[in-house]
């Protein structure tokens, strides 16, 4: 069965942080590039951040330039988002998803893209 399944979600005090994962299963990650996106209650999906098939670019949205890191791992079929110094207005269910694509340098984070894979979720939530 080809899918992907995040992890890592939880709660988290503001200024913590958390590790999300991304991982493939049935097929490799090599020739997608992988976007994560967030969607909170009542809000529309939003892209957070994108990591090309090269793995050597990144776009980050502008709420979370400088505490989110996305990485890839294609020999562990996984890609990673690094949330660091948490905040409430962080708190959504966070998705990733798998586009191919023949460019290495390419990612975008636009949630009307046919992305081929998307994952189920997972809940992050900031709370004192």
């Known amino acids: 069965q080809l899918q992907l399944a995040e992890s890592g979600g939880g709660l988290v005090q503001p200024g913590g942080s958390l590790r999300l994962s991304c991982t493939a299963s049935?097929?490799?990650?090599?020739?997608?590039?992988i976007t994560w996106f967030r969607q909170a209650p009542g809000k529309e999906r939003e892209g957070v951040s994108c990591i090309s098939r090269s793995g050597g670019n990144t776009y980050y949205a502008d709420s979370v330039k400088g505490r989110f890191t996305i990485s890839r791992d294609n020999t562990m079929h996984t890609i990673y988002l690094q949330l660091n110094n948490l905040k409430p207005e962080d708190v959504a269910v966070y998705y990733c998803?798998?586009?191919?694509?023949?460019?290495?340098?390419?990612?975008?984070?636009?949630?009307?893209?046919?992305?081929?894979?998307w994952g189920q979720g997972t809940q992050v939530t900031v709370s004192k």
């Open positions: 998803a798998a586009k191919r694509t023949l460019y290495p340098t390419v990612c975008l984070m636009n949630p009307d893209n046919e992305y081929n894979y």
């Open positions: 049935g097929f490799t990650l090599n020739n997608y590039y």
